[in-house]
């Protein structure tokens, strides 16, 4: 079982930047895929980035590509995600999410693919 916890979202302008953290429990938190999802009002979930266990393979939603860097410290037990250029269409809750397996597998961008989740936290990107 792994529990996951995002803090550091909050209110910032656009162009601004975030840095969300999501801290796991456990010690085997470098057996595990990681990653991040959002959910805008109204809208559908959607996948933002992964990360495989290592850090050496790393996938990212088209849309945060060039913005937005996904990374880990396993010894800290903590995936991160860093979001720069940020804009009013990324205000959503994000999610960070975990896989029973080390590598994130050919279907990284799928919720179901995700084994654990945590509870989210509020990002919003005024105008």
């Known amino acids: 079982q792994v529990q996951l916890v995002e803090s550091g979202g909050g209110l910032v302008q656009a162009g601004g930047s975030l840095r969300l953290s999501c801290a796991a429990s456990?010690?085997?938190?470098?057996?595990?895929?990681m990653g991040w999802f959002r959910q805008a009002p109204g809208k559908e979930r959607e996948f933002v980035a992964a990360i495989n266990w290592s850090g050496g393979s790393v996938y990212y939603a088209d849309f945060v590509k060039g913005r937005f860097t996904i990374s880990r410290d396993n010894a800290k037990n903590t995936v991160y995600l860093q979001m720069n250029s940020l804009k009013p269409e990324d205000t959503a809750v994000y999610y960070c999410?975990?896989?029973?397996?080390?590598?994130?597998?050919?279907?990284?961008?799928?919720?179901?693919?995700?084994?654990?989740w945590g509870q989210g936290t509020q990002v919003t990107v005024s105008s």
């Open positions: 456990g010690r085997t938190f470098s057996s595990y895929a």
């Open positions: 999410v975990a896989r029973g397996s080390a590598e994130v597998g050919s279907r990284w961008f799928v919720a179901g693919q995700y084994d654990y």
